[in-house]
């Protein structure tokens, strides 16, 4: 080993004692890859990832930043430790199941290493765009494969005396030392650690309460909705939700898509409800029941009338979320907080098992300064949100209107500081972008690599304001090739969906704000001019808001679950073409199944995007907010282009291609 080796990384460790930026800095993240190898970092740099490796044991470690999470075309870089105590560390690309390629351009700087306590520990740097496009993986905002893999054993290699590397070989580390886990490194996953983690809750007013099914039978049933009733702890004073982490059963975790916890409350002015004498009268008898298929005549209609509001959602690979110091979500003294949660399953395979998964739910009684809640923004949950197959590229688009937030934001606005984003298996980008007086500012959030298998929260940092009479518009594109059928707005796992919850404070009377194609926009772009189908009249399409309107309708896969049709249909399916002749098939879902949509998706894509929506406007307790205009048409200086051309926003920097841009305007 060459003599000024040693020395370099004995000087480090002193000099660690002064520069804690590069050589000791504080970790503001954490993460176990598995039981024995675990990373921390930092992303608070704008130019540079300090990230520390750590495993038990001697040998070398290994990390990935791959778009696929798999070895090709994976950014890898890898360190041990030497027989000597010296530290190296290698930059490496992927190829394929292969032994990695030493990189010519070594973008890596080691900052320290060790073997000490049975632990080999590895430090390194290395900017967040190396510029190196051949081999190094620019790390963004987007979700992150980190793939991972240990050895006991060092590489086997050999140096000039000049330092340059003569051979390189890392032997194979096997298929159980090896993983990947999805991660977002420049954005934070919650706002602070979870109180219950080790040496984390020095409050004495935090505490926890964990609500989880009670070993419910899932049998060889796909896409199962499940829903029960919860008590919560009595509380004499108010207090304040203001986290939750997932509690899954240990086999069942690839098994469980969604969990959602609804508050029930039953207000003194219900209508059509005889239940005067409140919430604890109403769902105390309902504490024992045993929970059953949520949506179905068979749930009782209780459930569905009162407990509406969400204020804890958890989609599949989120760690949680734990809500900033500000704001909490409202636990009102005086008597008993009932919940419903809804786990929905799926189960592709028809397996059979039983489940008790659930929340842990953190609260207190050190209230914050606001109330916090959830916004849903997005598509109507419908069979006329249509995701076309064989498309490499299709974009959806939701829109809540200025007029809904003129009516219930108030003149001070409120401040959004976290956003889940929300699509199924097709789903590849998602934004959520804000629009004041006609001006595109920046997205509140934004994901151009999404993966179903970790939909975890955004941190909005600093908060962004939402004023009355902003837009918001919600889009998604879609990856289908590959598929032969098309995908409709649903609830199943195989159906599709374009969401964004919002996570913000103070508390205003506003749960929803989503949009739905108006019949005819839908339609036109097919080629078809008229339909007729007893199933419309259900479906209350074409629709118009009824006379004196309190409760807002059900989006339709609700709707016809509950509706005199025996089971969940396409509704498409029963809808029939009488203008013009049909020539391709005789319903409007045969229509969407065998048009060419390699040749016409372009076309229909930019009708659908053009075309005019109903807008639905919600508040709590399903609480219909009439609209003057309620068939929108999206803003005029919309650009579906953006998501496509939009590369990074970190610290508000925005980062474009250099032959097209938009100007976009930041805000806060």
Not at 22 to 35: A, R
């Amino acid at each position: 080993m060459l003599p000024f080796q040693k020395f370099k990384f004995f000087f480090s460790a002193i000099i660690c004692l002064i520069l804690v930026e590069n050589y000791c800095p504080v970790f503001g993240h954490k993460l176990d890859l598995s039981d024995d190898v675990s990373v921390t970092w930092n992303s608070t740099d704008p130019v540079w990832l300090t990230m520390e490796m750590t495993v038990v044991g001697g040998g070398y470690v290994a990390v990935g930043f791959s778009p696929q999470g798999a070895m090709t075309g994976a950014d890898m870089v890898l360190g041990w430790v030497d027989k000597d105590g010296v530290p190296h560390l290698m930059d490496l690309y992927g190829i394929g199941n292969t032994r990695p390629r030493h990189d010519e351009r070594q973008d890596y700087e080691l900052l320290y290493g060790s073997e000490t306590d049975g632990k080999t520990t590895i430090r390194f740097r290395r900017k967040w765009d190396t510029c190196d496009t051949a081999h190094d993986m620019a790390i963004t905002n987007d979700t992150i494969r980190l793939i991972w893999a240990m050895s006991e054993e060092d590489p086997v290699y050999d140096l000039h005396p000049n330092g340059t590397l003569l051979k390189f070989y890392p032997k194979y580390h096997g298929a159980e030392r090896r993983g990947v886990k999805r991660v977002y490194l420049r954005n934070s996953a919650h706002h602070v650690p979870f109180p219950d983690a080790p040496g984390e809750n020095e409050d004495n007013s935090v505490k926890f309460f964990d609500m989880k099914m009670d070993n419910n039978l899932i049998d060889r049933e796909d896409d199962i909705y499940f829903c029960k009733i919860a008590k919560f702890p009595t509380l004499e004073t108010k207090h304040h939700l203001f986290g939750y982490r997932p509690i899954l059963q240990p086999g069942n975790e690839r098994s469980i898509h969604h969990i959602i916890m609804y508050q029930c409350v039953v207000g003194p002015t219900d209508e059509n409800m005889p239940h005067s004498d409140g919430t604890d009268a109403v769902f105390r008898k309902f504490v024992d029941h045993p929970g059953g298929r949520c949506y179905t005549p068979n749930m009782p209609p209780e459930w569905g009338q009162y407990c509406t509001s969400i204020p804890i959602l958890w989609t599949a690979g989120s760690e949680g979320n734990i809500f900033p110091p500000i704001a909490g979500n409202p636990l009102e003294e005086g008597g008993s907080v009932y919940f419903m949660f809804e786990i929905h399953y799926d189960n592709p395979s028809l397996s059979t098992f039983n489940d008790s998964s659930g929340f842990r739910l953190f609260y207190t009684s050190n209230l914050r300064q606001h109330d916090s809640d959830v916004i849903l923004v997005g598509e109507k949950i419908s069979p006329f949100h249509v995701v076309p197959h064989g498309m490499e590229s299709f974009t959806t688009a939701a829109h809540c209107t200025a007029e809904c937030t003129q009516q219930t934001i108030p003149s001070t606005g409120i401040n959004v500081t976290t956003v889940l984003l929300h699509t199924h298996l097709s789903g590849r980008k998602i934004v959520l972008k804000h629009i004041r007086n006609g001006v595109e500012l920046a997205p509140i959030a934004l994901e151009n690599n999404y993966d179903f298998n970790y939909q975890q929260v955004r941190v909005v940092d600093p908060p962004r304001l939402l004023l009355p009479g902003d837009e918001l518009i919600t889009e998604c594109e879609y990856n289908t090739v590959g598929k032969n059928s098309p995908a409709f707005g649903g609830l199943g796992t195989r159906d599709e969906m374009c969401m964004a919850f919002v996570y913000y404070y103070p508390r205003i009377p506003l749960s929803e704000c989503k949009t739905q194609l108006e019949f005819y926009s839908f339609l036109n772009p097919l080629g078809i001019i008229n339909v007729t189908g007893d199933i419309l009249n259900e479906m209350e399409m074409p629709y118009a808001p009824r006379e004196n309107q309190s409760t807002q309708y059900p989006d339709n896969p609700f709707y016809l679950k509950n509706s005199t049709y025996d089971k969940p249909l396409n509704a498409l399916d029963v809808i029939l073409i009488s203008q013009p002749e049909p020539t391709l098939a005789n319903t409007v879902g045969g229509v969407i199944r065998n048009l060419n949509w390699t040749k016409d998706g372009s076309a229909i894509e930019k009708g659908w995007i053009s075309g005019k929506r109903y807008a639905f406007c919600t508040g709590q307790r399903k609480h219909h907010i009439p609209l003057k205009e309620y068939v929108v048409n999206l803003p005029t200086n919309y650009e579906k282009h953006v998501i496509l051309l939009m590369k990074t926003v970190l610290h508000n920097e925005i980062i474009l291609d250099q032959d097209k841009y938009i100007n976009w305007t930041l805000v806060n």
